[in-house]
């Protein structure tokens, strides 16, 4: 189990500028992330990937604008713009983005019901995407997290990977966050504190 594989979060042209939830500078991770895969055996691409009228979507919701707060079933939840939409450009891997290496592309989020920021788990933090299982199959031990955002899908992501028994390294020039409210701060001091490696 000390094989190590390289998890890249949600790199798709709606977290790049120009797109519908821009993540400032997030089309920089790119070419760092491509340097990146060869020097990993297993590559793993995951994509947001939300239907129209999806329950994170403010447009969904009357009277509500992009990053409300909301009560869900589940629990709390941030509204966001429409995003990462099947069938949208939006919803495509940014275009330099290397994806011929990928052994798994794995899309989350399309319960309309239930968000999904982490790659391992769903937002009501029960329903599992099978990344885990997946992992562990092929004997990895460590897991090194790359892509957007920093302070939503790959803080969850790091996190899961932590609980699923990973050792867990997130690697700061490969990710940008889009930091409502001090977010990217507090994801790395909660990063460090569930024993991530920032590297
Ligand atoms: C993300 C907000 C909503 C992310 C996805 O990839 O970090 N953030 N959906
Ligand atoms: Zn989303």
Redesign the pocket.
């Known amino acids: 189990m000390d094989r190590a594989a390289l998890i890249v ?2 790199v ?1 042209n709606d ?1 790049c500028p120009g797109g519908a ?1 821009a ?1 400032a500078d997030g089309d920089a991770v790119v070419p760092v992330i491509n340097r990146l895969m060869p020097l990993h055996s297993l590559v793993v691409l995951t994509q ?1 990937w ?1 239907p129209p009228r999806h329950a ?1 979507f403010a447009s969904t919701h009357a009277g509500r604008r992009p990053f409300d707060e909301v009560e869900m079933p589940y629990g709390r939840q ?1 509204l ?1 713009p429409d ?2 939409v099947p069938g949208t450009p939006g919803a495509e891997f940014h275009p330099d983005l290397d994806t011929t290496r990928a052994a798994l592309v794995l899309r989350k ?1 399309s319960n309309p019901a239930i ?1 999904s ?1 982490s790659a391992f788990f769903e937002n009501d933090r029960r329903t599992s995407t099978g990344l885990g299982a997946f992992l562990r199959a092929r004997d990895v031990g460590r897991v090194v997290l790359t ?10 992501s790091a996190l899961d990977a932590v609980t699923e028994g990973f050792h867990v390294t997130v690697i700061e020039d490969a990710v940008r966050g ?1 930091d409502v409210n001090g977010s990217v701060a507090a994801a790395w001091t909660a990063m460090a504190t569930a024993g991530v490696t920032r590297a």
């Open positions: 979060i949600d798709q977290f939830l993540v947001d939300h994170s941030t966001w995003h990462c989020g968000d920021y892509g957007l955002a920093t302070d939503f899908c790959v803080l969850y889009i």
